[in-house]
């Protein structure tokens, strides 16, 4: 007799200053053993915040610091004579709140078919009340997707069809206008350059007004 799948819930909640502008949502956290800090986009061999750190900061460096890895392989890492580059969570949910950005996921429950992080070995079991989070950030009417599970799922959710890669569509939810956009991942498994990344980040967050 086979196992039951495993159904892993969301490990983090949503981070949701009421303030905020855009909500980000990827697919779901990585395993707990590949976080180098308890926020999103934890693991070191993800460029989210490389990504962020040169758009804002001119340099992808800005958000890592030398630390102790929560169980990260040393395989998974960016090694360094002083020690492991890891992200400083801290400065992260600063910069986030002060820019404008929300953060959470499109899914509340998966199950991992192959057990690793993987967008195309997650199943959904329950997907986020995206309705509810949009209740509690007013100002928020641009919602991107980092990721092309994310952006499958959400436009489920709204009922729309996808935005072409790096663009948007308008649609009407929960009361209000949005811009979905579809944005690049920023795991490295996505065949393109850093700068490549940036630089279509850069457009979204010009056209959104907070950059």
Same mark, same amino acid.
């Given at each position: 007799?086979?196992?039951?799948?495993?159904? *892993?819930?969301?490990?983090?909640?949503?981070?949701?200053?009421?303030?905020?502008?855009?909500?980000?949502?990827?697919?779901?956290?990585?395993?707990?053993?590949?976080?180098?800090?308890?926020?999103? @986009?934890?693991?070191?061999?993800?460029?989210?915040?490389?990504?962020?750190?040169? %758009?804002?900061?001119?340099?992808?460096?800005?958000?890592?610091?030398?630390?102790?890895?929560?169980?990260?392989?040393?395989?998974?890492?960016?090694?360094?004579?002083?020690?492991?580059?890891?992200?400083?969570?801290? *400065?992260?949910?600063?910069?986030?709140?002060?820019?404008?950005?929300?953060?959470?996921?499109?899914?509340?429950?998966?199950?991992?078919?192959?057990?690793?992080?993987?967008?195309?070995?997650?199943?959904?079991?329950?997907?986020?009340? %995206?309705?509810?989070?949009?209740?509690?950030?007013?100002?928020?009417?641009? %919602?991107?997707?980092?990721?092309?599970?994310?952006?499958?799922?959400?436009?489920?959710?709204?009922?729309?069809?996808?935005?072409?890669?790096?663009?948007?569509?308008?649609?009407?939810?929960?009361?209000?206008?949005?811009?979905?956009? =579809?944005?690049?991942?920023?795991? =490295?498994?996505?065949?393109?350059?850093?700068?490549?990344?940036?630089?279509? @980040? =850069?457009?979204?967050?010009?056209?959104?007004?907070?950059?």
């Amino acid at each position: 007799m086979s196992a039951t799948p495993e159904i *892993e819930r969301h490990p983090l909640k949503p981070f949701l200053p009421p303030d905020e502008q855009l909500l980000m949502l990827g697919s779901f956290p990585p395993p707990k053993e590949r976080w180098c800090m308890d926020f999103f @986009y934890p693991n070191p061999q993800n460029d989210m915040w490389r990504i962020m750190g040169q %758009i804002f900061f001119g340099d992808k460096t800005h958000f890592e610091e030398q630390g102790d890895l929560m169980k990260v392989p040393s395989d998974q890492v960016q090694s360094t004579k002083a020690g492991r580059k890891v992200f400083n969570r801290k *400065e992260i949910a600063s910069f986030c709140e002060t820019k404008g950005i929300a953060i959470f996921d499109t899914a509340q429950a998966v199950i991992r078919l192959q057990g690793n992080a993987a967008d195309e070995h997650l199943e959904i079991v329950e997907q986020t009340d %995206i309705a509810a989070l949009l209740q509690q950030i007013p100002l928020c009417h641009d %919602i991107c997707c980092t990721g092309g599970k994310a952006a499958q799922t959400l436009a489920e959710t709204l009922h729309c069809v996808l935005p072409k890669v790096g663009e948007f569509i308008e649609t009407s939810f929960a009361g209000r206008t949005l811009r979905f956009w =579809r944005m690049l991942s920023s795991s =490295r498994a996505y065949p393109l350059s850093l700068d490549k990344k940036a630089a279509a @980040y =850069r457009r979204m967050f010009e056209q959104i007004g907070l950059l």
